[in-house]
């Protein structure tokens, strides 16, 4: 199908790790992503993944990618209060003049 | 440095009534341009995207409309507002330019609409 899908709710207690899953449609996509959008604003870019590489770890932001399930992961370790907000994933698609292609979004909640 | 605007950053509008929204983008040239939509509760949709100035995809058919009048200003609009038009509206920039993959979209803040 068309869609980026990714589970609408996460809910973790602080100080534990979170783990959201995302499931892109192309297998050509080079460049995956993941954005972060705080209540009431706009989104921003967290981190991304180029498409050969299977692991990249930003500080506490660990993106594991598995290209034959099409599968993209974020996990956020020692969660943090400030870390609730939704997170999109996207793919960057081969078409036209727009390529990049979100997630639905899931909304992680930290339980204090 | 770059920087995105939009206003205004909340709006309440009677049913049947005018839009107008703009997004301006500072400190870059020819940037594509986005807008979005995103519901209550519900991930982002893309409503139209720009190359250029007068250059306007339209992603979903509906009764919004958008126009870039200059190279940094995007306006998003719609002659008679529905219900099912309110959502928060986010404007979006990126330089990119080929075919690498390797593109970063940046948001400005968003305009919180009600239709009433």
């Known amino acids: 199908g068309e869609d980026v899908e990714q589970s609408l709710f996460l809910s973790v207690r602080e100080g534990d790790s979170s783990v959201i899953n995302c499931t892109y449609t192309d297998s050509s996509s080079t460049y995956l992503y993941w954005y972060k959008q705080e209540p009431g604003a706009g989104l921003q870019l967290l981190t991304y993944?180029?498409?050969?590489?299977d692991m990249k770890q930003d500080q506490r932001l660990t993106v594991l990618l598995n290209k034959k399930d099409k599968h993209l992961s974020l996990r956020i370790a020692d969660t943090q209060t400030g870390d609730s907000a939704i997170y999109f994933c996207?793919?960057?698609?081969?078409?036209?003049?727009?390529?990049?292609?979100f997630g639905t979004g899931t909304r992680l909640t930290v339980i204090p | 440095s770059q920087t995105i605007h939009q206003w205004p950053a909340t709006l309440v509008q009677p049913v049947g009534s005018p839009l107008s929204l703009e997004c301006t983008v500072e400190?870059?040239?020819?940037?594509?341009l986005y807008w979005y939509r995103q519901a209550a509760g519900r991930g982002l949709q893309l409503l139209f995207y720009?190359?250029?100035?007068?250059?306007i995809s339209s992603e979903v058919p509906q009764n919004l409309s958008a126009s870039r009048p200059q190279d940094r200003q995007f306006i998003l609009s719609s002659k008679k507002l529905l219900l099912s038009d309110s959502g928060f509206y986010l404007c979006?920039?990126?330089?990119?330019?080929?075919?690498?993959?390797?593109?970063?979209?940046?948001f400005g803040p968003g305009t919180r609409l009600l239709v009433l």
């Open positions: 979006a920039w990126s330089s990119f330019r080929g075919a690498t993959g390797r593109e970063t979209q940046y």
């Open positions: 720009s190359v250029g100035i007068g250059q």
């Open positions: 993944i180029f498409s050969n590489m």
């Open positions: 996207a793919e960057w698609r081969r078409r036209g003049a727009n390529n990049l292609f």
């Open positions: 400190g870059t040239s020819n940037p594509n």
